[in-house]
């Protein structure tokens, strides 16, 4: 490929070609001699009291290594920690066992380990084990289990995981405000069950001679496993190795540290043989962390004018029977901090509580804590346009941050780094010709149809760092991120990068940003990530960080080298450094540039040594450690227009805009899949998904037959442009993009059939909006007395 412009080229992804034709090799594809398998017991009670474990049956069944329960892994297997200690929130961190040694806290809370030859004879072998159970009554709506009648921990009193406050000026005194208006909502933002193509899956394998771990793993963030399974077995860190391989799919569900993983790896440690597990989806289902799951009650203060004078919340967020690894951070600083939305809003109070249930752990999935803070002010804001009898494009432009306002310190205590919220709205507009969508919706009403136009115009937080922020706000490690470039001595590059993408196309990425910097062809990178190995430390990916603070490194790394190949350069050319110009992996004398040598000659002088500057080492690889001074704040608008069937609540898209704004763009291909990607995933919760308990914790939709996964053949063409407004957080200018859509999505479909149920005096319906609760809802507006 020709080397001459490939930053914010349309490259495709060259990860693809292994991915998609079976040549990836995934977790469940390592083979070891020797191996053998485990399958987990699981509780099938939501909150009960082991009583006794029989395991003679399953130690005595064909191929059976090995059977483990709770009491036999004290003092061998620490219990799994929380990553986040959010402090000034009074929060409660009870033990999380590996396996249950006493109770049980959820269904699919695993009690033992069974271990054997072929994967069939573990799974035979557990259902031999026998677990004698009282059954305790369980509690799994948030308001009745802080009523503390029944204690999913029993030192936590009222099942209280935290109480975490923020408050930016005073709502009270905005509500005194002359003229001023309330409008309240209660919300809810269901549980979400993070569903990847690929399971979890974990291998390991011990070396008894030389007491070397290492752990083939699906996760997010592998040096993070390194560090928390290190403190876990009691295995020094340095002997550890953690490899993600390929990872099919995560979305925040594969960063925390699981129980299963640790057992695995103890197993191994234990047998000496390599031990293999793979979740089967419906453990999957119970066993894997879920996200969302808030209670909110909103108020919004607006003046007669339509500006808005203060926003207050008080949500409660189901953590589920144990705190996962970010948990506490997601309904707080990532959630509350982002209640400001894109807008001036003076007065913003909010109030979370943690709440324990015996459900499933609760943690980050795509988007975590944004989603849910775009959701409560998106629909406040449509909700309070239409108290005022306002357009809701006319409210969201009133209350916009000017573009002239950046940086901006919201009252929630963060400094949004650069935006332009009219440009991106403007252009949303523009696309979708609102004048032509508002005339269409009045001939569809004339004609008895219920069409609706939605909006939601967002800001998030991505870019995760920088790491002194996360220490003050409890985070048990940093958000730096690490890169390396190593040019070889025939010019071609391999660049190790600490994040661990998995799906995403960072390999293209990155590759482009090394290609741009030093002229070299793309084919000539190559992109290492994933292998506590190969790479010192990294942070892991999530957040729609690795892009903004990974990419930064690889660029800072990158610059080290040019840097170092120029002094070669000048010292084969004999001129000064200042007297070269470097162009498309040529350097040349300024004003001569047929006096010149390619950066590929370069790196051939740097190692063979020959001829290099007094005193210089030999080599040309570099090292670079970046910790932003901040995050980065992405923004867009996104609109769509629905129809509502009145005799069947079927809700049907008929267009979807997206105008994101991610900055700097690298590769316009790999950010149009992303934000595709969150905008099916955002719309599925407006319409489709959600995780249904019944009142004893069993989860009603443990299986792919229960639970509503989007199809490609339920959603529209989506019609997505950018604008493009850099940060000047980092050198590249660049922005989050991969939970964008997802953040966007759910508010905008919402508002839009709230739109067009607005004839009928609707004002709203809880989320997923399936076609019964909305014909309930007509039915209920009508008369019919169904609602």
Not at 418 to 446: M, P, T, W
Not at 520 to 526: A, G, K, R, S, T
Not at 562 to 585: C, S, T
Not at 619 to 636: I, R, T, Y
Request: glycine fraction near 10%; aromatic fraction near 8%; include cysteine.
């Amino acid at each position: 490929m020709a080397v001459t412009q490939v930053f914010g080229a349309r490259i495709p992804r060259r990860e693809d070609p292994r991915l998609i034709t079976g040549n990836a090799t995934y977790t469940d594809d390592v083979v070891l001699p020797r191996m053998c398998y485990a399958a987990f017991v699981r509780s099938p009670h939501a909150h009960a009291r082991i009583k006794r474990i029989d395991t003679s049956r399953a130690k005595a069944a064909p191929g059976v290594v090995e059977v483990l329960t709770g009491a036999d892994l004290e003092g061998k297997v620490q219990p799994i920690p929380c990553g986040w200690l959010v402090p000034g929130c009074d929060l409660k961190t009870p033990p999380h066992p590996a396996l249950a040694k006493d109770k049980v806290r959820y269904v699919g809370d695993a009690v033992a380990v069974v271990v054997a030859e072929t994967r069939g004879q573990a799974y035979d072998a557990a259902a031999l084990v026998e677990v004698d159970y009282e059954v305790l009554p369980a509690v799994v709506d948030m308001e009745q289990a802080l009523r503390g009648e029944v204690l999913v921990h029993d030192d936590v009193p009222q099942n209280r995981a935290l109480l975490w406050t923020l408050k930016g000026g005073d709502f009270e005194a905005a509500t005194r405000e002359p003229g001023v208006r309330v409008v309240r909502q209660r919300l809810i933002n269901q549980r979400l069950i993070p569903t990847a193509m690929e399971p979890r899956a974990a291998v390991a394998q011990y070396n008894p001679a030389t007491g070397e771990l290492t752990l083939w793993n699906t996760s997010q963030a592998p040096h993070i496993v390194r560090v928390v399974l290190s403190g876990t077995l009691g295995i020094p860190e340095h002997r550890v190795r953690i490899v993600a391989p390929e990872v099919g799919g995560g979305f925040g569900s594969k960063i925390p540290f699981y129980p299963e993983e640790a057992v695995v790896a103890y197993l191994a440690t234990r047998l000496g043989r390599p031990v293999k597990w793979v979740e089967t989806r419906r453990e999957n289902y119970v066993g894997t962390i879920h996200g969302r799951d808030h209670v909110t009650d909103a108020e919004i203060a607006v003046r007669p004018d339509g500006t808005i004078a203060g926003l207050r919340v008080r949500t409660l967020a189901n953590l589920g029977a144990y705190l996962s690894t970010a948990a506490p951070a997601i309904p707080t600083l990532l959630y509350g901090l982002m209640l400001s939305g894109v807008y001036r809003i003076p007065n913003i109070e909010c109030e979370v509580t943690g709440v324990f249930t015996n459900t499933t752990p609760v943690d980050a999935y795509r988007g975590a804590g944004r989603p849910e803070a775009t959701y409560v002010v998106e629909r406040m804001v449509d909700l309070a346009a239409r108290e005022l009898g306002m357009d809701p494009v006319e409210f969201r432009r009133k209350n916009f941050i000017p573009k002239d306002a950046f940086p901006y310190a919201t009252p929630t205590g963060v400094v949004y780094d650069s935006g332009d919220y009219e440009a991106a709205l403007n252009r949303a507009l523009e696309i979708l010709d609102y004048a032509k969508a508002r005339a269409q919706q009045e001939e569809a009403r004339r004609q008895g149809r219920l069409v609706g136009i939605g909006f939601s115009t967002y800001v998030e937080v991505t870019g995760a760092g920088p790491s002194k922020i996360a220490g003050a706000t409890g985070f048990q490690g940093g958000l730096w991120e690490s890169a390396g470039v190593r040019l070889y001595p025939t010019g071609k590059v391999t660049v190790f990068t600490g994040t661990s993408p998995h799906g995403q196309g960072e390999e293209t990425t990155f590759a482009q940003i090394v290609s741009q910097e030093l002229g070299i062809p793309l084919e000539d990178i190559e992109v290492i990530h994933g292998d506590t190995d190969a790479i010192a430390m990294g942070w892991g990916t999530y957040g729609s960080r690795t892009t903004p603070v990974g990419g930064t490194a690889v660029y800072l790394a990158t610059q080290r080298v040019k840097e170092k190949a120029m002094r070669i350069a000048a010292h084969q050319l004999e001129v000064a450094v200042e007297d070269l110009v470097f162009e498309n992996g040529r350097f040349h004398v300024r004003g001569a540039p047929e006096r010149a040598i390619t950066i590929q000659e370069v790196a051939r002088q740097a190692y063979f040594a020959w001829n290099l500057p007094e005193g210089m080492e030999p080599g040309l690889e570099a090292q670079a450690n970046w910790d932003p001074s901040n995050f980065v704040f992405p923004f867009g608008a996104h609109v769509c227009m629905v129809e509502v069937d009145p005799e069947t609540g079927q809700v049907r898209l008929l267009r979807y805009v997206a105008v994101d704004d991610c900055g700097r763009v690298i590769n316009p291909l790999i950010v149009d899949g992303q934000v595709h990607g969150g905008i099916v995933q955002g719309v599925a919760q407006a319409l489709w998904e959600f995780a249904k308990y019944d009142e004893n914790g069993n989860l009603l939709t443990a299986s792919m037959a229960d639970y509503a996964v989007p199809k490609a053949s339920w959603l529209p063409w989506f019609e997505t442009d950018r604008t493009e407004t850099p940060s000047p957080v980092n050198p590249l200018g660049v922005k989050g993009v991969g939970e964008t859509g997802t953040i966007a999505a759910t508010p905008c479909v919402v508002n839009a059939v709230m739109d067009a149920l607005s004839p009928l005096g609707i004002r709203h319906i809880d989320m997923p909006l399936l076609p019964e609760r909305v014909w309930r809802a007509i039915q209920a507006a009508k008369g019919g007395g169904r609602g």
